[in-house]
């Protein structure tokens, strides 16, 4: 059986410290710091640690919150949601269903059809143009 501490270290290999810090530590990059808030063209997002897909660029928009925004998931199974209560607020963090890495937050102030802003941290996903 695999021992969490091993997986841990997988982790801590295969990313970058920053990556490894919001991924695995629960933290948030800064914002606009991501060069994928520009990023335009066709593809998908993965998730930056297990390589799950987690976005299309179609969902993709700009909100101007200086993450990379989304309104709506792949698949919803690929992405869970935990009611989280740091910071003195009461928001619902979204966490990749199958490594469980800390992606970033999901607010119910969208401004598309959908209503749903997925504010992801850019070193979480990684990109894949088609
Ligand atoms: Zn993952």
């Known amino acids: 059986m695999e021992s ?3 997986k841990d270290d997988d982790f801590k290999e295969k990313l970058s410290p920053e990556a ?3 991924l695995r530590q629960n933290g948030t990059e800064r914002p606009f710091s991501s060069g994928l808030n520009q990023e335009t063209r066709s593809g998908t997002y993965h998730c930056a640690a297990c390589d799950t897909a987690l976005f299309a660029h179609t969902a993709k928009f700009d909100a101007g919150c200086g993450w ?3 309104d709506q998931e792949i698949d919803s199974d690929n992405i ?3 009611t989280d209560t740091s910071h003195g607020m009461i928001r ?3 966490r990749c269903t199958e490594c469980d890495s800390h992606l970033g937050h999901v607010f ?3 401004p598309t059809e959908t209503g749903t802003r997925h504010c992801v941290n850019g070193v979480s996903l990684s990109f894949k143009p088609d």
Do not use: M
């Open 92 to 94: 619902v963090e979204i």
């Open 80 to 82: 869970q949601r935990i």
């Open 68 to 70: 990379p925004s989304f």
């Open 4 to 6: 969490p501490l091993s």
């Open 108 to 110: 119910p102030d969208g």
């Open 20 to 22: 490894y810090r919001v």
